[in-house]
């Protein structure tokens, strides 16, 4: 079996996962706490607070949503091409967080508002950081690791650059 064979199965369970938690997530907040006040998990520090944002990170960009779609689709159509080429298993789980809590974010705005103009739902609040959900927490672990993995931070799991298997 290829690395790539070993590799890409690994990518697209670490985006199914992250996904499935995304919108499993959002799909309770919204049941749970739409139109309620925050629920206090640790008073002046983590609160679940149902919000939705139209934009980017931090609530950038709200007027024009279609960058953040088209960005999403871009990002996620050269993960899936990056999925057939050798790498290691950090690279394997960082691009799979990433392609999995990018399509959770776009699956909000495709079914939450017309065209992919949509609103995400947002609702982890840390007090001190804006509202966030399941999927930035996966982009943002899956950029971290990708810097790390990029960096050459791997160990004994570095793909040959051919590979004869």
Known sequence: MTAVARR?????AV????LVL?????????????GRPPLRLIPGVLSLNYTTNSGGAFGLGRSAPWIFAGATIVVSTVIVLASRRPMTRTMAVALGLILGGAIGNLADRALNGPGLRGQVTDFIDLQIWPVFNVADSAIVIGAL???FASLGGEGSDEVPASDPS
């Open 145 to 147: 690791l990708l810097a």
């Open 8 to 12: 890409a199965p690994l990518l697209f």
């Open 22 to 34: 995304d919108q499993a997530t959002k799909a309770w907040v919204v049941a749970s706490l739409e």
């Open 15 to 18: 985006a199914a996962a992250a």
